[in-house]
């Protein structure tokens, strides 16, 4: 999605605007409507030429409110735009796409494997990763940085769920053409082929992980071990949530980090203040809510109620836009500034409430190391060639971003033994 910082008040008909259409994150400029309908219209009705019909709210109070209360707003219809309108297959077998009490039963063994604490012993492992991903900046040529972090989760999160390094090229592609079907690098020409053709592999592929009969050490052996109301999880909920947890971790953090590396190019001044010495931690907060790599979710109003004083109808889709939250300027001062410090910042990239995302702890940790190493080895990054942008209206992402890279004085025999020590990244 093009990040922009709009000028002014824009000057947006609201009567023509589409936040469905994938293309608008593409060639259009969906932080000049944000702003626009966070002042004009705080809910903000489309109806697609189809007939079906959203809510959308834009403003941090109402993304959160609707995050926030499941007794208001269900998850158990739908949370993408992608299905809207249609039932979900996975109601109540995958965390996503449940409410509370069945959610939190899932959800509260899964989140002790997902722990700060718990993923601490990965550290040392998902730093080879970051120092496999940065091995190209040896040779100083032209590097694409968003090709590159397309592979950063899946290694880590393929080592932490035991599935074979040699799969982990095809799920990364799987997981992408999950979620923007209609991009021109995933999209068959049977429309919503890809999709289907997407889940269909991505199912197949864990129901067979799940029904390995040998025991093992790893996060689909801790799922399998794991007891809701008593009873090991079936089959097809071990399938959803494993197909959740990759889908999670493989479509967001990329664009996590191609962002705030373009952010550092367009604001030399920031990345200077990090390899003078800012909070790296403090700066991937920042990279986050200036990202927002998941740009909606979606949930369903249970009854009559309101946001923001506008009616809500029972029944109603409404669409929670993350993106826009995170430049409310009701909770961010200035918030188009880019600005590696910033403190406090109460951005909801990882959402709100009880679907808060379980994988928070994980990416942080990942993107903590990801970044340190990175200010530890580059001086600046310049522009290489032309960015594009990946066409969804779910994920904020980038599909190439060309840049090369001046790595600091002394960094390149740094990189190159951490390079040649990184081994497997499946060890
Ligand atoms: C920068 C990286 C990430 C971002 C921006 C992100 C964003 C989000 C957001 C916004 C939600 C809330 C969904 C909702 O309210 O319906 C969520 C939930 C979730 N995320 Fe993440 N995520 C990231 C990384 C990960 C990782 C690494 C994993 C896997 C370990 C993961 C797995 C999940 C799962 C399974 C849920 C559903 C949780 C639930 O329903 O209780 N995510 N994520």
Request: proline share 8%.
């Amino acid at each position: 999605m093009r990040i922009s910082v709009p000028r002014g008040e824009p000057d947006i008909d609201l009567g023509s605007v589409d936040l469905f259409d994938p293309e608008t994150y593409v060639s259009g400029d969906p932080h000049a409507v944000w702003h626009v309908l966070r002042r004009r219209a705080p809910v903000h009705r489309q109806t697609l030429p189809d007939g079906r019909s959203f809510a959308s709210v834009t403003r941090h109070a109402d993304v959160s409110a609707v995050l926030r209360d499941h007794t208001r707003f269900t998850s158990r219809n739908g949370t993408l735009l992608s299905i809207l309108g249609s039932p979900d297959p996975a109601v109540d077998k995958m965390m996503a796409a449940s409410d509370p009490p069945v959610h939190s039963r899932m959800r509260v063994p899964m989140s002790k494997a997902l722990s700060h604490t718990a993923l601490l012993a990965q550290e040392p492992g998902i730093r080879r990763v970051a120092h496999r991903l940065l091995a190209p900046l040896l040779d100083g040529e032209p590097w694409d940085l968003a090709v590159a972090g397309a592979d950063f989760p899946m290694a880590f999160t393929g080592a932490l769920m035991g599935l074979p390094e040699a799969d982990w090229p095809r799920l990364t592609r799987l997981t992408t053409m999950a979620i923007a079907p209609e991009d021109p690098a995933y999209h068959d020409e049977a429309g919503d082929g890809t999709l289907a053709a997407a889940h269909h592999e991505l199912f197949e592929y864990f129901a067979e992980q799940c029904l390995v009969p040998a025991q093992r050490d790893d996060l689909i052996g801790f799922l399998r071990q794991m007891k809701i109301d008593g009873r090991p999880l079936r089959l097809d909920e071990l399938v959803y949530n494993c197909y959740s947890l990759l889908l999670g971790a493989n479509v967001t953090t990329p664009h996590a980090i191609a962002a705030t590396v373009q952010a550092f190019i367009e604001h030399p001044d920031q990345y200077r203040r990090l390899t003078d010495g800012a909070d790296t931690a403090t700066a991937v907060e920042e990279g986050l809510r200036w990202a927002s790599p998941a740009n909606h979710f979606m949930r369903y109003a249970v009854a009559d109620t309101e946001l923001s004083g506008v009616p809500i109808r029972a029944g109603e889709a409404v669409v929670a836009w993350l993106g826009s939250a995170n430049r409310d300027e009701r909770v961010f001062d200035d918030p188009y500034r880019f600005d590696v410090g910033r403190t406090p910042n109460r951005h909801v990239a990882f959402g709100f409430g009880p679907h808060y995302c379980i994988g928070a702890p994980l990416a942080r940790i990942a993107l903590r190391l990801l970044f340190g190493e990175i200010v530890r080895l580059v001086e600046e990054f310049r522009p290489a060639g032309t960015v594009v942008h990946l066409k969804s209206n779910f994920v904020a992402g980038i599909r190439h971003l060309p840049v090369t890279a001046r790595l600091r004085p002394g960094a390149a025999p740094l990189l190159a033994e951490a390079v040649a020590t990184a081994g497997s990244l499946s060890e």
